[in-house]
């Protein structure tokens, strides 16, 4: 009886291995979509990020000139973390004649807007 074989030990059905392979094939799909998702995420994330930044910089400019910005819409763009960004700079008269706000508008390469500041220029104290 040495060389018989219990049935339950004769391995996996040709059946069997191809039902573990399509389940195994689902896995690595839900994993590679969960990849592009966070890819996609991390993408909008630093877009969003730069943008913002930019943002903080034209604004920035607008409060730390000597002169006080003109009232009135200007743009612009900027290159930073090595993409051009345009910008949008609305300055915009406030109950105080020697403050103005200053509200920035930043788009990436497709016009859409990622990221938005505003700042308050105080009165100069000269």
């Known amino acids: 009886m040495l060389g018989r074989f219990d049935r339950a030990e004769d391995g996996f059905t040709l059946i069997e291995i191809?039902?573990?392979l399509a389940v195994f094939?689902?896995?690595?799909?839900a994993l590679l979509r969960?990849?592009?998702?966070t890819i996609r995420g991390a993408r909008v994330l630093?877009?969003?990020l730069v943008a913002g930044i930019v943002?903080?910089?034209?604004?920035?400019?607008?409060?730390?000139?000597?002169r006080p910005?003109?009232?009135?819409?200007?743009?612009g763009s900027e290159v930073n973390a090595g993409r051009t960004?345009?910008?949008?700079?609305?300055?915009?008269?406030t109950g105080n004649a020697?403050?103005?706000r200053i509200d920035v508008a930043v788009s990436n390469r497709t016009g859409q807007v990622v990221g938005r500041t505003t700042a308050i220029r105080p009165p100069d104290v000269s």
Request: proline content about 4%; overall charge negative; glycine content about 2%.
């Open 25 to 29: 094939s689902l896995a690595v799909l």
């Open 46 to 48: 630093d877009d969003s």
């Open 34 to 37: 969960l990849e592009t998702a």
């Open 55 to 66: 943002a903080r910089n034209v604004a920035n400019e607008a409060v730390s000139e000597a």
């Open 18 to 20: 191809m039902v573990a």
């Open 98 to 100: 020697s403050i103005v």
């Open 69 to 75: 910005p003109v009232v009135g819409r200007t743009s």
């Open 85 to 93: 960004w345009t910008w949008v700079r609305q300055v915009v008269p």
